[in-house]
């Protein structure tokens, strides 16, 4: 992340540090200027390619996979809305193992069922009659018309049961499928990043494109 706060413009805020004078300021970077995709770029899905993060790999890792350039990880994130790397991102599986004994405390748990799922369901003539991996109730039941056999089904086998593990660890694997940003259209985000992160002239507060400088109330008191 480190390319992405060397962006992040300076704000002077009036020093609170012990033995600060009144007039005294310290920097700071401006932690309320986001860098985010434009929404027009987020419309535009022939920008961005599908992606599967392999194994405990990090953002960082996938930066350098994909772009060469593992300060790019701000990039993999904001591609996909992450926020909150530490329940956004997929864990790792020494970390996988720890939440699921945090959660289900014991083994037996883990193996317990979760609920339950269809299986996919076709006539003879091959059309499908319900699909698979809908959460249904235990007795779930479905009766068709075959207009082949010319009888009315009732299929005994509609239901599969998933334990805890199974629905967490696909929870989890949902997590790796990511969307990036295609390599060529990398210019468009570095001049969108210059923009949205320098300050504009027309505020008493502005002092350059990457430095404002906050209002000490206490010099008017």
Not at 119 to 143: A, M, W, Y
Not at 170 to 188: D, H, T
Request: hydrophobic letters at 35%; a negative charge; proline letters at 3%.
């Amino acid at each position: 992340m480190s390319n992405y706060f060397r962006n992040v413009p300076d704000f002077d805020y009036v020093s609170r540090l012990p033995g600060a004078k009144i007039s005294d300021y310290i920097k700071v970077k401006n932690f309320f200027k986001r860098g985010f995709l434009r929404e027009d770029i987020f419309q535009e899905l022939s920008f961005f390619t599908k992606y599967k993060i392999i194994g405990d790999d990090r953002p960082d890792n996938v930066a350098w996979n994909f772009y060469q350039e593992s300060g790019l990880d701000w990039l993999v994130l904001t591609c996909n809305n992450i926020v909150n790397i530490q329940t956004e991102w997929p864990l790792t599986q020494t970390d996988f193992d720890r939440f699921l004994l945090d959660k289900y405390e014991t083994y037996e748990k883990l193996n317990e069922i979760h609920h339950y799922e269809t299986v996919e369901i076709k006539t003879t003539r091959g059309t499908v009659i319900v699909k698979e991996g809908l959460e249904v109730d235990s007795n779930f039941t479905v009766t068709y018309y075959d207009d082949i056999t010319e009888k009315q089904v009732t299929p005994t086998k509609l239901v599969t049961s998933v334990t805890n593990y199974v629905y967490e660890e696909k929870v989890e694997n949902e997590k790796r499928n990511i969307f990036l940003l295609k390599p060529q259209y990398l210019n468009i985000i570095y001049d969108d990043m210059d923009e949205m992160m320098s300050y504009k002239k027309g505020s008493s507060q502005y002092k350059t494109e990457t430095l404002k400088t906050a209002d000490n109330i206490r010099l008017y008191i």
